[in-house]
């Protein structure tokens, strides 16, 4: 049975062992795989109040919220650490074991090993034949993110090491500061991409503030200037991580949120052009289903009296592997929310520092006064940049 531990302190069940999850490309927060279709978080606070009160015109652009679990830091015979996540209350009874069976085989391969400090630069040598682990020579460095000396990115990878990146990071935070028997609370979300084969996911940092009211000096100033820099501040968005399958050879062309703080409003479109590439041509079909789904948030964004989404990210999902109707192109696709629709979404995630009138977790903040203006702004461009890739400008 894979992702199964013995019990651990406080659990009545048997553990959950918690990995990576392996289509994490943006964010420093490190997200787990539960099972196929929740993955979870560290609990904040001011995101699970978010959750708990979330209006339900916005219900259909984030992922549903399916409770609490108790999380604590293992440690083997070999000093390897893992994270095990105790189903006990506020979590739903479909939340339960991880089967091999069934499961995607990528998610099944990070559950068969357990990561150590020094395993971080493991080969994937005895990668399975599945979807996406393309390539067994892949090794995940410890600057694996970080420029080569010619000042070009290593993009093209069989998976997006951003989620290990960020679990490692974790670890170490979490084995500095606490022991082994502390509970720890995590979120549990929906998998958002689980219905995907080869999930393309693209991070945007929405809005034109990114730091939240509890920010320090130091930390707004430090928010500031990355938006001044980047497109936050001339278009209100700006990527923070992708991946695209690149159907000839593949693999996944990734990049992360230091690649998207350097571009201009046109690498930015560019990048745009490149994430709706699959290496052999544009996929035109999707841009109309993207658009209608944009303007959808946008038409509910702009009802959301009082609301502040301050450092939240906005995902664009859609799927690498065409689907038959989609790779002929002698049959346009109907205009219309069906089949078309399905195959692309669009959801917003990651709350921690959002603000609205009658939070339990800031309930004496003063709120603001009517929609996030920031947060429109960048939607209205992003819809713009859109349809003109759609007009073919």
């Not at 069934?102 to 391969?109: F, K, Q, S």
Request: glycine fraction near 8%; aromatic fraction near 8%; charge should be positive.
């Amino acid at each position: 049975m894979v992702g199964q531990s013995p019990l651990g302190p406080g659990e009545g069940r048997a553990a959950v062992l918690l990995q990576p999850f392996v289509h994490q490309v943006g964010g420093h927060t490190s997200m787990l795989t539960y099972d196929e279709h929740t993955i979870c978080k560290p609990l904040v606070s001011q995101e699970l109040s978010f959750y708990e009160s979330l209006p339900l015109a916005m219900r259909q652009f984030t992922p549903q919220y399916k409770g609490i679990v108790s999380v604590h830091l293992k440690k083997d015979s070999l000093g390897n650490l893992t994270l095990l996540a105790s189903p006990g209350l506020g979590q739903p009874d479909s939340c339960g074991r991880l089967d091999s069976a069934g499961a995607d085989p990528a998610v099944t391969l990070w559950h068969k090993c357990k990561w150590s400090h020094a395993q971080v630069t493991k080969t994937f040598k005895d990668s399975c034949p599945g979807k996406m682990l393309l390539r067994t020579e892949l090794q995940y460095h410890t600057d694996s993110l970080l420029e080569e000396a010619n000042g070009k990115q290593p993009e093209r990878k069989s998976y997006n090491p951003w989620g290990l990146h960020c679990h490692r990071q974790h670890l170490n935070r979490m084995s500095s500061k606490h022991n082994e028997n502390k509970l720890h609370q995590f979120l549990l979300l929906e998998n958002v991409v689980s219905k995907y084969s080869y999930p393309c996911i693209l991070d945007l940092k929405m809005g034109t503030r990114q730091h939240g009211d509890d920010a320090s000096e130091e930390k707004k100033a430090r928010h500031i200037k990355k938006c001044e820099q980047s497109t936050s501040a001339s278009l209100g968005v700006r990527i923070c991580g992708m991946q695209v399958y690149q159907a000839e050879t593949g693999h996944f062309l990734c990049k992360d949120k230091y690649f998207g703080r350097k571009l201009s409003p046109e690498g930015f479109r560019q990048t745009l052009r490149q994430f709706l590439c699959n290496g052999n041509q544009l996929r035109t079909d999707l841009l109309e289903p993207i658009i209608l789904r944009l303007k959808a948030l946008l038409s509910v964004i702009r009802k959301q009296s009082s609301y502040r989404f301050y450092s939240s990210s906005l995902l664009i999902i859609y799927d690498g592997q065409e689907h038959k109707e989609s790779a002929d192109h002698h049959l346009p696709f109907p205009k219309t929310h069906g089949t078309n629709s399905s195959r692309v979404d669009v959801r917003m995630i990651d709350f921690a520092h959002t603000t609205f009138k009658g939070s339990k977790s800031n309930p004496n903040l003063i709120p603001y006064d009517g929609p996030d203006h920031g947060y429109i702004f960048g939607l209205e461009n992003l819809i713009k940049i859109l349809q003109s890739l759609l007009e073919g400008k």
